[in-house]
């Protein structure tokens, strides 16, 4: 247990103030659980009227308490907050959970209050959940901080989540659902407005926790990011599983969370991005949730993403293997012998993958068991799904198919099991009591098995030390037109075509006699950052005449479409050679820092959004990830005929701009290289065009 939280998840003694004597209340029921729970540390109820409340001696305030109180649980008004936890700390209290609400949430008055009480925790060191939160519990050790109302559910023996919420209410749900799913929950927090603990440090405390298996979370937003992706790595490298609902993927939902707890949303991109980086499964619901977590409570992993499937149903086949194949797995074609084995046995069948017993088992159900025991003993697949259906709730078939699928799982433990079987919630305990991840749907089957399977794959990604390469250069202007950006850009290892800035007609011609036509013809200002919308841009000038003619008219038609713009000259250049159009990017986002964006590029870079990120600080192996997780990765590892794009060159400027952002670290806003040309293996990369932003050098902003 992290030392700087055990106050609040592992007190030695609990008041609580504002106690009442009917456990139904807000300020009864945490004394009346932890009297249920037989709390071994000290309980001191107090209330400034009443001398005994639930069998216990009351006292009238904090400082009237005679022993060291190590948590105060505050349900008491929002107006008299302040000062009780002013007597709290000055009474060597060293936590203390505030369920009161009205604060920040509310606006106004409790905006300012809220501000106060920040104030109070950094003065005092005192450590404070809430405002406005359901408080929390640790049953490892009986300490119920919380009026919620769920039942208490630690199973003895059973992989043991812990939950964590920003908000309450949904933590409070969450709790029972699990409950009536079977999932243990051995400690529970909520968070509330995080005047002082946040959900970051309460991640980082329960990775750290031994007594802990794995950690749902439901977040709203953050305020910093720190603590929270120290919590996500140290659970990926000790392989616990976190489950995370996010909402905030509209600007409505990001919205309704911001002033929920007024937290910052952040851009949901990147929370993506973060999460896929650290091993989280995001789910897109609760249910899926729950789907994910009991499936990770097995502990058991797919080994790869080779799948088998086995079917009555030709339909619900081909419903899986959609989904999988989109989630990344193959599916490997059985082995001939395997293949006449069954034929012969079911000659109508589908043999190669997915197979399809066809309806003749419905009169030999002996047929499922010879089908899995072939598939079985030739391991084609890392794990095998099979459909059953209403078939597996035939009373004629329910005995005989149950007792095949045990044994064919038993026969092969190193595989991943999954079914999906149609029946009383009796039937589908049963299957999983016999090996079995059981699912009445098979896309949430293949959702699970997805999740599993990025789960192991990012457990087994070992740490990569990065350290930030010396002599990137410092942004020190005050804003960076494109020759500027080139500039510095180069000085970072950036490669560009070759060009030249010129001010008139003749220096263009001059610069292209020198290069060689035909050549490209743009525009150099700081205040277009789309040139080509604004005919900025001439491509493939052939002859000195075009170039005269593109220069003039460029002149013209900025002095009409952009008359405020302040024109720093034009850049000449060769036309490019053939390669394929990338963008890479930086973003400094408000939560996370600086991120760094890959995708298929050129002009409809946005209409294609085949863009992925990747925070800042990252090694060889991660941005070569990136590179291979687009959408249209197949253009630069070769696609009909076409040659392999030199990836590795494309891995040094991901690392290059990682590493400048990281160097100008509350300077450099946003950047963007878009078209960045991938020539063909061992050519390397050139960068056709360079846009900088930069925060004002007397109000930089620095990134969490």
């Avoid at 001696?57 to 105060?72: L, T």
């Avoid at 989630?327 to 046995?345: K, W």
């Avoid at 263009?508 to 035909?518: E, M, N, S, T």
């Avoid at 590795?648 to 963007?672: K, P, W």
Wanted: some cysteine; aromatic content about 6%.
């Amino acid at each position: 247990m992290r030392r700087v939280l055990s106050p609040l998840l592992s007190p030695k003694s609990v008041a609580v103030i504002g106690a009442s004597d009917n456990p139904s209340r807000i300020g009864g029921r945490p004394l009346s659980q932890l009297r249920g729970l037989k709390f071994r540390g000290g309980l001191y109820p107090v209330h400034p009227t009443h001398e005994n409340i639930q069998g216990l001696q009351a006292y009238r305030s904090i400082r009237s308490v005679p022993e060291p109180v190590d948590c105060a649980i505050l349900a008491i008004p929002r107006e008299r907050v302040m000062g009780v936890l002013e007597e709290c700390a000055d009474s060597g209290v060293r936590g203390a959970v505030v369920f009161s609400a009205g604060f920040a949430e509310s606006g106004g008055a409790g905006r300012e209050d809220e501000r106060l009480l920040a104030q109070l925790t950094r003065r005092t060191g005192m450590r404070v959940l809430g405002p406005n939160c359901l408080g929390a519990f640790n049953l490892e050790v009986g300490a119920w901080l919380s009026f919620t109302a769920a039942v208490p559910t630690r199973i003895e023996g059973s992989f043991q989540f812990a939950l964590v919420s920003q908000s309450g209410g949904v933590g409070s749900n969450l709790l029972a659902m699990a409950h009536l799913r079977g999932l243990s929950i051995n400690q529970f927090v909520t968070t509330g407005n995080e005047v002082d603990v946040e959900i970051g440090e309460v991640l980082e405390t329960f990775a750290e926790d031994d007594t802990v298996d794995g950690i749902l979370l439901y977040v709203e937003g953050l305020r910093r990011s720190e603590s929270f992706l120290r919590g996500l790595e140290t659970a990926r490298l000790r392989r616990k599983p976190v489950i995370l609902v996010k909402v905030g993927t509209t600007t409505a939902g990001a919205e309704a969370a911001a002033s929920h707890t007024a937290s910052l949303a952040g851009d949901d991109a990147m929370y993506d991005a973060v999460l896929r980086g650290h091993a989280v499964h995001r789910a897109a619901s609760i249910e899926e949730m729950f789907d994910v977590a009991r499936a990770a409570a097995r502990r058991r992993y797919p080994a790869g993403r080779r799948l088998c499937v086995v079917s009555t149903s030709g339909g619900f086949a081909a419903l899986a293997v959609d989904a999988a194949v989109g989630g990344g797995f193959t599916l490997p074609e059985m082995p001939a012998s395997a293949q006449e084995v069954i034929r012969g046995h079911i000659p109508a069948a589908s043999t190669r993958n997915p197979v399809d017993v066809t309806g003749q088992f419905l009169s030999d159900p002996g047929l499922v068991g010879m089908v899995m025991g072939e598939l079985i003993a030739a391991r084609p697949a890392d794990t095998m799904f099979t459909f059953l259906g209403q078939i597996a709730a035939n009373p004629v078939m329910r005995t005989p198919l149950l007792r095949q699928m045990k044994e064919a799982a038993a026969s092969a433990p190193d595989m991943l099991h999954m079914v999906s079987v149609t029946g009383e919630p009796e039937l589908a305990t049963a299957y999983e009591a016999a090996g079995y991840l059981q699912y009445e749907d098979p896309l949430r089957a293949m959702g699970v098995l997805n999740a599993l399977a990025s789960m192991r794959e990012g457990f087994d990604r070992p740490a990569q030390p990065v350290a930030v390469r010396r002599g990137m250069p410092k942004m020190d202007a005050e804003r960076y037109n494109e020759a500027d950006a080139r500039a510095v850009l180069q000085r970072a290892g950036v490669s560009f075509i070759p060009a030249e800035l010129v001010k008139n007609a003749a220096e263009a011609d001059a610069a292209a006699l020198r290069q060689g036509f035909p050549v490209a013809l743009k525009v150099v200002s700081h205040d277009l950052a789309h040139k080509s919308d604004v005919g900025g841009v001439a491509l493939h000038l052939r002859t000195p005449s075009a170039l005269k003619e593109a220069f003039e008219r460029m002149q013209r038609d900025l002095s009409v479409k952009v008359p405020t713009a302040r024109i720093d000259g034009f850049l000449v250049s060769p036309m490019a050679p053939t390669g394929v159009e990338c963008v890479v990017g930086l973003h400094q986002d408000p939560v996370f820092g600086p991120m760094v964006m890959f995708g298929l590029g050129g002009v409809l870079v946005e209409v294609l959004g085949d863009v992925v990120w990747l925070r800042a600080g990252f090694g060889r192996d991660d941005a070569r990830a990136l590179v291979l997780s687009i959408r249209g990765a197949a253009l630069l590892t070769g696609v009909r005929g076409r040659s392999p794009a030199d990836i590795e060159a494309l891995v040094d400027l991901l690392l290059a701009i990682s590493d400048l952002a990281l160097t100008n670290t509350g300077r450099l806003r946003s950047l963007e290289l878009n078209p960045v040309l991938v020539l063909p293996q061992g050519q390397g990369v050139l960068a056709l065009d360079a846009l900088i932003d930069l925060y004002p050098s007397t109000n930089q902003e620095s990134s969490h």
